[in-house]
């Protein structure tokens, strides 16, 4: 098996060093893009695990590039993590619709290190073997594919993880904290708004069924029971 293959995206050149040189360091195969239109050039050609993708970038910005490679099937299930240096909640919030994970500059390396680790043992860890259906809602977690009445839902990362989390357990609520925990890991940094932008995505994106996940006023959020 090769070397993980990471895309890092960044107009700064010392940032991107830096980031090369301990992922490098770390095992990683690292390829290097300055724009956003050469990063979705270089998505769209050869295949990469993750991407670093800086908010900022001269002439289209990281969210819509994050946006361009979320409605490309080539690149849809590419998992992101966005490098900025704007940690305001509007931009955390922007970030995560789209993201799997974001870290604010001034940043350490080995910080963001561990988000990698972490996202990539997230994309390894989902079940390839059960195919969930719940009522006409059919999730197969291997192929990471969606279907509802057969017709194909095209999902982000987060997303996907969120739907499995909650149709595994149907009924059970689930509060805002233990979503970002399960889907982001422990100690992540993120407001309730994020967790419901994220909700009203997935709603949005299941269409006619998206009424299947419920709100629990004050609690967080449930997959309905189907009989």
Not at 30 to 35: K, M, P
Not at 191 to 205: H, M, N, W, Y
Request: glycine share 8%.
């Amino acid at each position: 098996m090769g070397k993980t293959r990471i895309l890092v995206v960044d107009d700064e050149e010392d940032i991107s060093e830096l980031v090369r040189y301990n992922l490098v360091a770390a095992g990683y195969a690292v390829i290097l893009a300055e724009s956003g239109e050469e990063a979705v050039r270089l998505a769209g050609r050869e295949p990469f695990d993750l991407v670093v993708l800086d908010l900022m970038l001269p002439g289209i910005s990281g969210i819509e590039v994050a946006g361009m490679l979320k409605a490309d099937p080539k690149t849809l299930n590419i998992p992101i993590i966005m490098l900025t240096a704007r940690g305001e909640e509007a931009d955390v919030v922007a970030g995560l619709a789209l993201a799997d994970d974001y870290v604010t500059k001034p940043f350490s390396p080995k910080i963001l290190g561990a988000r990698i680790s972490a996202v990539l043992r997230r994309k390894s860890d989902v079940s390839e073997k059960d195919i969930l259906c719940r009522g006409d809602i059919s999730i197969d977690p291997g192929r990471r594919k969606v279907e509802v009445s057969g017709e194909p839902v095209e999902l982000s990362f987060s997303e996907f993880q969120i739907l499995v989390m909650l149709c595994k357990r149907p009924g059970w609520v689930f509060t805002r904290s233990q979503i970002v925990d399960a889907v982001r890991g422990d100690n992540y940094s993120v407001t309730e708004r994020s967790v419901d932008v994220q909700i009203a995505g997935l709603r949005k994106k299941l269409g006619s069924r998206g009424h299947y996940i419920e709100t629990v006023r004050s609690v967080g959020y449930r997959f309905k029971e189907i009989p």
